[in-house]
Structure formats: C-alpha cells, structure tokens
C-alpha cells in the first residue's frame, strides 16, 4: 500500500483549456505539480472544476491529447 501512497501527486490548476468529450462532460485543464513546480501537463478532469483548485491525480504519468 505504500507503493500506492507514494504514486499519488497534488497537482495545481493553472489554466482551465475548454471543454471535451462528445457532451463537453469533460475539461481539460494545464496543472502544475505542487512537489515540482517545473513540471506541467494538460490532464482531463471530470466535473466542476476552476483555476487554483488542488487535484489529487492517483495517476500522473499520463496526459491529455
């Protein structure tokens, strides 16, 4: 479970992109890593979401196309 813990990363709104999906029920929205503040990449978020919101991403490896 620790293997876990550590693969979790909070993750900074910078800048909400626009809408997505085939309903616009999803966002896309650029982050930036609070450990590495170097570090961004577009993810897709779904449900209500602003710039300056904290994700919490169980995955960050992978980012929106």
């Known amino acids: ?3 876990k813990q550590s ?9 909400v992109l626009g ?3 085939s309903r616009g029920g999803v966002t ?3 982050v ?3 450990d590495d503040d170097k ?9 209500p979401v602003k710039k300056d919101d904290i994700l919490t ?8 196309r």
């Open 32 to 34: 930036v890593f609070l």
């Open 39 to 47: 570090r961004q990449i577009i993810r897709n978020v779904k449900g």
């Open 19 to 21: 809408r997505t999906g």
């Open 1 to 3: 479970q620790d293997a």
């Open 7 to 15: 693969a979790i990363k909070l993750a900074k709104v910078t800048e």
């Open 28 to 30: 896309q929205v650029r």
């Open 57 to 64: 991403l169980l995955e960050s490896e992978r980012e929106a």
